[in-house]
């Protein structure tokens, strides 16, 4: 479990210091593709004794028109729009890396394999997302603390509680909160995020 612990404060202390080394860094627009594009599988079905073709598709989402009533809302939501494609696979990756090492763990007998796992781990993680949450402005690691609450269904906070205990996970959210952020922040696509989850539905279905 020591292990496990390592690997959950690892990812907190790299969402918060994309959150804490970007505080300086404005919120520019970035281009990109899409962060899911959308896949047309192929079939087959029985019919009446009769094989047929038929074609399965992403969900495609139709929402009214955005009413943006102004350049400042209308350049507020292309933000939305990139920031939700620059760290909602980071945000993805979070859940499948959790919850791939933790199973990986499961497979391993003796303590020093394991603790070995994980240090190898630990090192491709550093060197993969190091730069790219050096990189996030202020806004963008706030919006990945929400998106990870949503891919995990659990806040950082609570993340951080369950598996190094309270006083640590008070440590950081203190630490977090120095820099205006909190790691109790909630997602909550129904109301305070609704315009941002329509923004995460869409670029998952590869609409935007």
Not at 34 to 47: H, S
Not at 56 to 70: A, D, G, R
Not at 126 to 136: C, E, H, V
Request: hydrophobic share 40%; net charge positive.
């Amino acid at each position: 479990m020591q292990t496990v612990r390592r690997f959950i404060g690892l990812w907190m202390a790299l969402c918060l210091w994309g959150v804490m080394a970007s505080g300086q860094v404005a919120d520019t627009p970035e281009s990109g593709d899409p962060v899911m594009v959308p896949t047309v599988k192929l079939a087959k079905a029985l019919v009446d004794g009769d094989s047929v073709l038929f074609l399965e598709m992403n969900n495609v989402y139709v929402y009214p028109v955005v009413e943006l009533k102004s350049e400042k809302q209308r350049q507020a939501y292309n933000r939305l729009v990139n920031n939700v494609k620059k760290v909602l696979p980071m945000a993805k990756e979070v859940n499948v890396i959790i919850r791939e090492t933790y199973e990986t763990l499961q497979t391993i007998p003796d303590k020093k394999s394991r603790d070995a796992h994980m240090k190898k781990v630990e090192d491709e993680i550093y060197q993969r997302y190091k730069p790219q949450m050096k990189k996030l402005t202020y806004s963008q690691g706030k919006l990945l603390i929400k998106l990870v609450n949503r891919e995990c269904n659990s806040s950082s906070y609570d993340i951080v509680k369950a598996f190094m205990g309270p006083i640590r996970a008070g440590f950081w959210q203190a630490f977090a909160w120095t820099f205006g952020a909190s790691l109790k922040k909630k997602y909550k696509p129904d109301s305070t995020d609704r315009l941002t989850e329509r923004v995460v539905l869409m670029v998952e279905a590869g609409q935007l």
